[in-house]
């Protein structure tokens, strides 16, 4: 038996050639090509499955919230909080399909798989709103019933679809920057032009979405409203697989969860081991490749040096033939873990913004309800109102990437005008300002009813136009925050897990359902006591919506305030061979 003292101390030891593996970033076309391949001739094509694929996802969703309501027959809250569940689903399911790109798949084939059960729940949701039998039973326009059945096939549609973007959402944006080389200079000056661009594909499907088809809905019916979405998808998937020889592509390297248990695994191990002063005792290959498969290696941190034991190299390690990958592990490895240790706290910042966001197509289509939809003759429907998100965030996208950055510059000395996490913490200041503008709007809209009794009138005399800016300072505020947060966890990620943190950073939009969804039950169950008709009741004139939205507001400041902390303490990742 070994000596346990000695045991523990750090040696150096020779890398084993049976750890190294191909850790560049691996592309399927050779080097010769490489200027055939990637750069922006690729992005078209992701750029347009994108629009398109929004375009089928908002088409479809925008207005759902009153398709539960007037056609399934559901209760307000109820109706509040079945979107809710449903589009926090649709944020959770890409944690599945990031796992695969990044473990097996790869990006590519992980959006052409899921593609495919995307289109199969908008094609049954479709029939679920056309097929007799399948759709409610209307007795006139907007007064329907549906039987356990015909809701049962159109969530089980709703949730296909759900695990449909699971694929797709964590994949596209970080395939399209994958066509950028990071170890290029003229290459990587553009990716962060690319996550603009990226967006602002987003909201010209979101902008077709909450202006025709929105009102095909309305005035035409659910089946074209629905159908049409559908083809859009097939247009998608068909954007997608014509690229397909001017992508380039990258290896999956393996289980991420795998490796990442590893290093915890083998850290609780060597608890007792001394970590050395010398850093360059610890553990790593030799050679400039990492034994990660599409990763390049990362350089030491001084941060949760807990896990550097899991580096340590002991006198056990350097007698057997070869690494116990459970005892052992390369810096790359640690510092892989320590990187998503490190986003989890600006990963949480994002959860309260998700909330407010999340009201353009929950709350706030249950206010234009009862305002005046009206313009001359035409009827507005209230779910197109989100246009004016989308024509906020296409305004701002511009004059963001070509005006403010350029402007930035100037004063911050930044490449990019301001940093990734300057930029989020800009637009979750803004977004305070909509929960204001929703609150003071629902102030004005309930005295009018008060002075003019009309607490049993569906649309008061307040024109649904009143809402544009709360939809505008949305709008603006996307543009800083979730585009921040899209570059911040594609650059931030380790090379092996973009897929995985892309999927992180969307998860926030579930939790922000989620906590959307917790909120208006813990403020409904309260609210209620006693008799009392509560915050948001069937008849919102009746209601206090408002004091919903100032919740969310002082939720808000509160939010931000932890955000300036998390970031102030955050430090970048510094991977070796990146050009900054």
């Known amino acids: 038996m070994e000596d346990t003292e000695s045991s523990m101390q750090p040696l150096a030891i020779e890398d084993d050639d049976n750890c190294t593996k191909d850790g560049t970033v691996n592309y399927r076309n050779k080097p010769a090509n490489k200027k055939k391949t990637g750069n922006w001739k690729a992005c078209p094509f992701i750029l347009g499955n994108e629009c398109c694929e929004r375009l089928a996802y908002y088409g479809m969703s925008s207005n759902l919230f009153l398709y539960f309501t007037n056609q399934l027959n559901q209760h307000s809250v109820t109706a509040s909080k079945n979107l809710s569940n449903w589009s926090g689903t649709c944020y959770v399911m890409p944690l599945l399909g990031a796992f695969l790109a990044d473990a097996y798949l790869g990006r590519y084939w992980t959006i052409a798989s899921f593609s495919i059960i995307y289109i199969l ?26 039987t356990h059945t015909q809701t049962s096939v159109c969530f089980l549609a709703l949730y296909l679809i759900a695990l449909g973007t699971g694929g797709i959402k964590p994949c596209v944006s970080s395939y399209g920057a994958d066509q950028f080389d990071d170890t290029d200079e003229a290459e990587k000056k553009h990716k962060s032009s690319f996550f603009n661009w990226f967006y602002f594909s987003i909201n010209i499907g979101a902008l077709i979405a909450a202006s025709v088809l929105v009102w095909i809905q309305i005035h035409i019916g659910w089946g074209w409203g629905f159908g049409i979405p559908a083809v859009a998808m097939a247009i998608a ?128 289509l249950l206010q234009a309800e009862y305002m005046n939809s009206k313009l001359g003759s035409f009827d507005i429907p209230e779910a197109s109102l989100g246009i004016f998100d989308t024509l906020s965030v296409i305004f701002w996208v511009p004059v963001y990437d070509q005006i403010l950055i350029p402007i930035a510059r100037k004063f ?151 955000f300036i902390v998390v970031a102030k303490r955050y430090k970048y990742k510094r991977a070796v061979g990146t050009l900054r």
């Open 121 to 146: 729940g908008m094609t049954l949701l479709t029939l679920s709103a056309t097929v007799p039998g399948l759709r409610p039973t209307c007795s006139k326009k907007d007064v329907c019933t549906a």
């Open 237 to 364: 998937v068909a954007f997608f697989f014509s690229g397909t020889r001017m992508y380039r592509y990258q290896k999956p390297g393996g289980s991420p969860l795998t490796r990442l248990c590893k290093v915890v695994v083998a850290a609780l191990r060597n608890y007792q081991v001394v970590v050395p002063e010398d850093k360059s005792l610890l553990y790593e290959t030799s050679n400039a490749k990492s034994v990660i498969v599409g990763s390049r290696k990362l350089d030491h941190t001084d941060e949760l040096r807990f896990f550097d034991k899991a580096a340590v190299i002991l006198q056990s390690d350097h007698k057997k033939d070869s690494i116990d990958p459970w005892r052992l592990c390369t810096v790359t490895q640690v510092e892989e873990l320590k990187s998503i240790i490190r986003l989890l706290p600006i990963w949480a910042t994002g959860i309260i913004f998700s909330t407010v966001y999340g009201q353009m197509g929950n709350l706030f």
């Open 412 to 562: 911050t000395g930044h490449k990019n005008g301001l940093t990734q996490l300057q930029r989020i913490g800009v637009g979750l200041f803004i977004s305070i300002f909509a929960m204001i503008s929703a609150a003071i709007l629902e102030v004005v809209r309930l005295r009018i009813v008060q002075r003019h009794d009309l607490y049993n009138t569906k649309q008061v005399p307040i024109s649904i136009f009143w809402q544009i800016p709360q939809y505008f300072i949305i709008g603006c505020a996307e543009v800083f925050t979730n585009i921040g947060q899209l570059e911040f966890f594609y650059e931030q990620a380790p090379d092996s897990m973009r897929s995985l943190c892309a999927a992180l950073s969307l998860t926030t939009a579930a939790l922000g359902s989620y906590v959307s969804s917790l909120l208006v039950t813990i403020v409904t169950d309260i609210s209620t006591r006693n008799g009392k008709t509560g915050w948001i009741p069937d008849n919102l004139n009746r209601g206090h919506l408002h004091y919903f939205f100032w919740l969310l507001a002082v939720m808000s400041v509160m939010n931000l305030g932890a």
